[in-house]
């Protein structure tokens, strides 16, 4: 290539190449997978009991200082939920389905 003469080139080619060694974070984060893990048991019986996503979000929230919402736990635990009935045989519990209902076509 032939060599261009840029003001600042050399900066902004060690700041390009440091994002490369610390990946931004895109909004998906591992943090609700690793705390639906460790609470696996103890979420799963709160949603039999008839708790919501919101309510056990909040209660996480208020003890552990991470913030974490209702919807990520959801997304976490059907994945995780799926696993342990593969590995166990109990069945999953059944997914929430209340998006479903406010994209439904009127009629």
Known sequence: MAEMNIPGIETARMKVAQLSKNPINNGRTKLPDRI?????????????????????????SEATSIKVTGCALNTAFAMVDL???KKTGEPALPTSTHNKV???KRS
């Open 83 to 85: 696993e342990y009935e």
């Open 102 to 104: 406010r994209f439904k």
């Open 36 to 60: 639906v893990r460790e609470l696996y048991t103890e979420i799963r019986s709160a949603r039999i009991a008839g708790a919501s996503w919101n309510y056990i979000a909040k209660a996480i």
